[in-house]
């Protein structure tokens, strides 16, 4: 029987990625993203994001902006 993954889509069951959820593109652009950042600009990618906060998830970037802001 196959698992059921976020949003009803069927997650991986080969070896390497067995269960595994990908993460978000690097040349994902900020204004692509379901709710942008509104720190950095809308052509900025997500990779340099990542670089400027040292987080990989889009919300871990997003939680450390916040905090940076303050």
Do not use: Y
């Not at 698992?3 to 889509?9: K, T």
């Amino acid at each position: 029987m196959k698992e059921l993954g976020l949003d009803g889509r069927d997650r991986d069951q080969a070896v390497p990625k067995k269960g595994e959820i990908q993460q978000k593109r690097g040349d994902t652009l900020n204004k692509n993203l379901p709710k942008p950042i509104s720190q950095f600009r809308a052509d900025t990618k997500l990779e340099t994001m990542r670089q400027a906060t040292g987080d990989t998830s889009v919300e871990k970037v997003r939680q450390a902006v916040a905090k940076m802001r303050k």
